[in-house]
C-alpha cells in the first residue's frame, strides 16, 4: 500500500512539474513577442535564379520578360527582365534585396519599376550612381561594369520613409509622402530591369529576396556579408539519392550474408 502511495505521489509531482513548465514556456513566449519589434521584416519570397525561377519557399515564381535563365543566374539584354507579382507582398512596408551586375554603368538603367511602365519614378543607375527618380541621388559611384552589387530598398509603412542601400551601405533615403515607391491599387507587382524610355543596360541578376516589412541598417549590413541563397535540390534529386542508398544498403547486406555463408 504504501509502494503505491509513492509511485502515486511520485506521478502527480511528475504532472505537476510537466505543467509547471508549461507555463513558464508560454510566459517566455509572451515575453518575446511583447518586445519583438513592430515592424520586423519577415521574408516571403527568394529567388536563387540558378536555373530556375521558382521561388525557393514555394510562392509565386518569377516572370521573364525576355532574357535567359542560366544555371549562373538570369542573363537579360537592354530592357529585358524579370516581372514580379504577389498576393502576400505587402506594398507600402517592405524590403527588396538584389544582387546584380550590369554590362555598361554608363547608361542610365531602370533597375526597379513600381508603376508597370506607366509612369517614370523608380529606382535608377544614373552615371554609375544609385538614384530615385525623381527624389534622390546617391553621392558615390558604387556601380562599376562587369562587377557584382548588392542593393537593398526598404520602405517603412508607417513613416512613408524609403531608404536604399549599396553593397550594406546607406545611399540615400527619402519620405515617400507622394507613393512613388508604392505599386498603385492592389496590383502588388514590380518590375526588375525594364523600361520603355532609357535603353539601359544588359546584365546578370544573381538573386533576389522579397521581405514584408523593413530591414534596419544592420540588417542589411548582414545579408551583404552573408552567402547568397542555397539551391534547394529538386525532388528528384532526392528520389536518386534515396534510390542510390537503398542500393548500396542492400549490396552492403547481401555482401554480408556471403561472409555469413562462407
Not at 120 to 135: R, S, V
Not at 150 to 157: A, F, P, Q
Request: aromatic share 10%; with cysteine; hydrophobic share 45%.
Amino acid at each position: 500500500m504504501r509502494v503505491w502511495r509513492c509511485q502515486r505521489e511520485q506521478a502527480h509531482a511528475a504532472i505537476t512539474a510537466v505543467v509547471l513548465l508549461r507555463r513558464v514556456a508560454l510566459a517566455l513566449c509572451g515575453l518575446v513577442l511583447l518586445h519583438a519589434p513592430a515592424r520586423a521584416a519577415i521574408l516571403i519570397h527568394e529567388y536563387a535564379l540558378r536555373g530556375s525561377l521558382e521561388d525557393t519557399l514555394g510562392g509565386d515564381s518569377l516572370t521573364a520578360l525576355g532574357g535567359q535563365i542560366t544555371a549562373l543566374g538570369y542573363v537579360f539584354a537592354a530592357n529585358e527582365g524579370l516581372a514580379f507579382s504577389s498576393r502576400i507582398f505587402n506594398p507600402s512596408a517592405y524590403s527588396i534585396e538584389l544582387s546584380f551586375r550590369l554590362d555598361d554603368t554608363k547608361e542610365t538603367t531602370k533597375i526597379v519599376d513600381f508603376h508597370s511602365l506607366a509612369a517614370d519614378p523608380g529606382l535608377y543607375l544614373q552615371e554609375g550612381k544609385l538614384a530615385f527618380n525623381p527624389t534622390a541621388t546617391g553621392t558615390f559611384s558604387d556601380f562599376t561594369a562587369d562587377t557584382d552589387v548588392h542593393v537593398v530598398l526598404t520602405r517603412d509603412g508607417a513613416t512613408n520613409l524609403f531608404t536604399a542601400y549599396v553593397n550594406g551601405e546607406q545611399r540615400f533615403s527619402f519620405h515617400d509622402d507622394l507613393f512613388m515607391a508604392t505599386p498603385p491599387g492592389f496590383s502588388n507587382k514590380l518590375g526588375i530591369f525594364v523600361d520603355t524610355e532609357f535603353d539601359g543596360s544588359g546584365g546578370t541578376a544573381n538573386f533576389l529576396r522579397i521581405y514584408n516589412g523593413p530591414l534596419n541598417a544592420s540588417e542589411v549590413s548582414a545579408l551583404f556579408a552573408a552567402l547568397p541563397p542555397s539551391v534547394v535540390p529538386e525532388p528528384s534529386t532526392f528520389v536518386l539519392l534515396a534510390m542510390g542508398g537503398l542500393t548500396l544498403a542492400l549490396k552492403s547486406r547481401r555482401r554480408r550474408r556471403r561472409q555469413l555463408g562462407k
